[in-house]
């Protein structure tokens, strides 16, 4: 069992990865049409698993949620600001929905148990 000083650490960690590498320029070919889309909702899904982990027990999910969508949001009015990153709406939705879609998971999991 990971221990919740251990989900503190990942999620800082990963939330700190997320916000640099949101700000690097970006480079490669998409291995298919959606994939930035996926990888958007698939990070932001993780990081609020990992900030229900660590702080489910202090704060209700639609704060984290809510905390979480607001940093997406910053992330991608800071991509604006910069001369080689652009900010975009669907990948916002990509984002919420990520967040979202664990959201519900954790929801079902509790109304099964």
Sequence with gaps: MISRTMYH????LCLLSTGFLSLL???GEQL???????GHGGVYG????????AY????PLWVL?????????GMEIAQSMTT???GDAWDMLANSSGILIVWAIFAWRRHTQ
């Design 9 to 12: 650490y990942f999620f800082w």
């Design 25 to 27: 320029p970006m480079g």
């Design 32 to 38: 298919f049409e959606l994939q930035d889309k996926v």
């Design 46 to 53: 993780i990081l609020f698993f990992l900030a229900v982990q």
């Design 56 to 59: 489910g027990h202090r704060y």
């Design 65 to 73: 949620a809510l905390v979480l969508a607001a940093f997406g949001l």
């Design 84 to 86: 080689y990153r652009q």
